[in-house]
């Protein structure tokens, strides 16, 4: 059984960083991709960025690309999401979430963690 547990959402202020970290058991993840989502307020889930897990090739939403970074850490099975010049859009829920590699959707999903940016 996979799990996926988030931390470090809270408040920060525009123009501020957050560095979200999601915690993978249960599975050996080598052939897996992980994922992060958001959800907006009132706005549907959103994808956000993805990182292969053996290789550590990312992808980016346009809308987070040169602000955010995906890494990981296999000795931890630990995802990383970091954040840079924060805007209030990007206030959400994030949520991480993973996939078997080659496969269309994402099947694991962790609880999510708020994350408010304030103007």
């Known amino acids: 059984q996979v799990q996926l547990v988030e931390s470090g959402g809270g408040l920060v202020q525009a123009g501020g960083s957050l560095r979200l970290s999601c915690a993978a058991s249960?599975?050996?993840?080598?052939?897996?991709?992980m994922g992060w989502f958001r959800q907006p307020p009132g706005k549907e889930r959103e994808f956000v960025g993805s990182?292969?897990?053996?290789?550590?090739?990312?992808y980016y939403a346009d809308s987070v690309k040169g602000r955010f970074t995906i890494s990981r850490d296999k000795a931890k099975n630990t995802v990383y999401l970091q954040m840079n010049s924060l805007k209030p859009e990007d206030t959400a829920v994030y949520y991480c979430?993973?996939?078997?590699?080659?496969?269309?959707?994402?099947?694991?999903w962790g609880q999510g963690t708020q994350v408010p940016v304030s103007s």
């Open positions: 979430a993973a996939s078997v590699l080659g496969q269309a959707s994402f099947a694991y």
């Open positions: 249960g599975r050996t993840f080598s052939t897996y991709t």
């Open positions: 990182i292969i897990w053996s290789g550590g090739s990312t």
